[in-house]
């Protein structure tokens, strides 16, 4: 495990301690896990932002759109087969059963 040293504002720092204190947690495992929520969660606002942006390609591509509409029609047999075995009912019964009232209708 590598090791280095860390300047903190003394408030950060004084914080810190407290919640170690608190928690009953060493200083170094509460700075280890607030830095991988803080790269896990970046990472995850990067891929977000990818996908967004693929996302916004893609719809002002036309033939792209269709291909991708073409994608989601074949799939939907299959999803819909997936969520009825997920729910415990035949994908045949879901198929029959009315939709639920929408709450803004």
């Keep these: ?29 509460l700075i280890r896990e607030a830095l991988e929520q803080l790269l896990r969660r ?11 942006a693929a996302a916004e390609v893609l719809g002002r591509d036309a033939s792209a759109r269709a291909e991708s509409l073409d994608v989601a029609a074949d799939f939907l047999p299959a999803d819909s087969e997936t969520l009825a075995l997920a729910e415990g009912i035949s994908a045949t019964d879901r198929l029959v059963q009315p939709r639920p009232q929408e709450w803004w209708r």
């Design 42 to 52: 970046r990472e995850q606002e990067r891929l977000m932002a990818g996908l967004v």
């Design 1 to 29: 495990m590598a090791a280095f040293s860390l300047r903190l504002p003394h408030d950060l720092e004084r914080r810190l301690g407290e919640e170690a204190r608190h928690c009953g947690q060493p200083r170094s495992e």
